[in-house]
């Protein structure tokens, strides 16, 4: 059941030690696809938002293209892993419980955010406050889909254990910290009725290969969720050792179909 606001708790934690290469993986496995859907757009002199850093390059690419009378501010619970440039101001900010910093801003995007929070249309709605006419919002998450998820493993046991694993996941670890799974394909039209224009999804549907990025998130699940993981039963302690093994060892012969990311932007109307 989802959580009220108030209770709003990011499944992670930035200052795990295994924060650091969780993050980066993410980056890497979404950075490209993301600066693909914002390359299109007039940066120069906007003042830009990102929603939940982490460790991605999105918001330093932002500050490189808004030119020197642009701005970026880049938000997070922990701001530790949030990358540097002259025109990036890094700002420890809980979007759930926090006024957003200085509105209006000509561009706000959120990637991997929302989803993790409970009452995601709430927290839409203010980012959407928060622009400046014309201004447009990014809001990219992922639609985890459990079923059908292994394309490729060496043997049929390991291909129901890593199926078996990531149903753990999505029910002990996202779910239980009160992400709604079903959020990401509601963006689009929570968008349009919001009243954004132009409203436009693209969906990022990769494949990942073992020792890959997006499995390497594998690892941080199995490192700060360990005992929600065992705890259901259906997982024990070797099990996580082996699915430790198939996701990082690049020969392991195991594939998945990554998580879609639902991708989708909004134009305010200029009155
Ligand atoms: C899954 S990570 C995604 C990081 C980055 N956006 C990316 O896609 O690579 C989620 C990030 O959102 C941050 N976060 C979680 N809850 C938040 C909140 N209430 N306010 C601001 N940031 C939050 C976390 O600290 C973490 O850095």
């Not at 970026?72 to 892993?81: E, R, S």
């Not at 000509?106 to 201004?135: C, F, Q, S, W, Y």
């Not at 990942?208 to 929600?228: F, V």
């Not at 259906?234 to 996580?240: F, P």
Request: aromatic fraction near 4%.
């Amino acid at each position: 059941m989802a959580r009220p606001a108030t209770e709003a708790r990011y499944a992670y934690d930035n200052a795990h030690p295994s924060a650091r290469r969780h993050l980066a993986s993410l980056s890497a496995a979404l950075d490209d696809f993301t600066i693909g859907r914002l390359t299109h757009l007039d940066l120069t002199s906007r003042r830009c938002l990102e929603i939940g850093a982490g460790r991605s390059h999105v918001p330093v690419w932002l500050a490189e293209h808004v030119g020197p009378t642009g701005h970026v501010t880049a938000t997070d619970l922990d701001t530790t892993h949030t990358g540097t440039h002259p025109r990036l101001t890094p700002l420890r900010h809980d979007i759930v419980t926090e006024p957003i910093p200085d509105p209006p801003y000509d561009l706000i995007h959120a990637r991997l955010v929302l989803m993790h929070l409970p009452e995601p249309e709430k927290i839409l709605t203010r980012l959407i406050d928060a622009l400046a006419p014309g201004g447009i919002l990014c809001v990219e998450d992922w639609h985890i889909q459990p079923s059908g998820v292994v394309l490729d493993a060496p043997t049929g046991q390991q291909r129901r254990l890593f199926a078996a694993y990531q149903h753990e996941v999505n029910q002990r670890v996202f779910q239980a910290a009160g992400s709604d799974p079903n959020w990401a394909p509601r963006i689009h039209t929570t968008m349009r009725a919001a009243g954004l224009r132009g409203v436009d999804t693209a969906i990022y549907a990769p494949v990942w290969h073992a020792g890959s990025p997006g499995l390497q998130i594998s690892l941080t699940a199995i490192a700060s969720h360990r005992d929600q993981l065992l705890h259901g039963g259906l997982l024990t302690d070797a099990d996580l050792h082996e699915v430790t093994k198939l996701v990082s060892d690049p020969d392991s012969g195991l594939v998945v179909r990554g998580h879609q990311l639902y991708s989708t932007l909004g134009g305010k109307p200029h009155h």
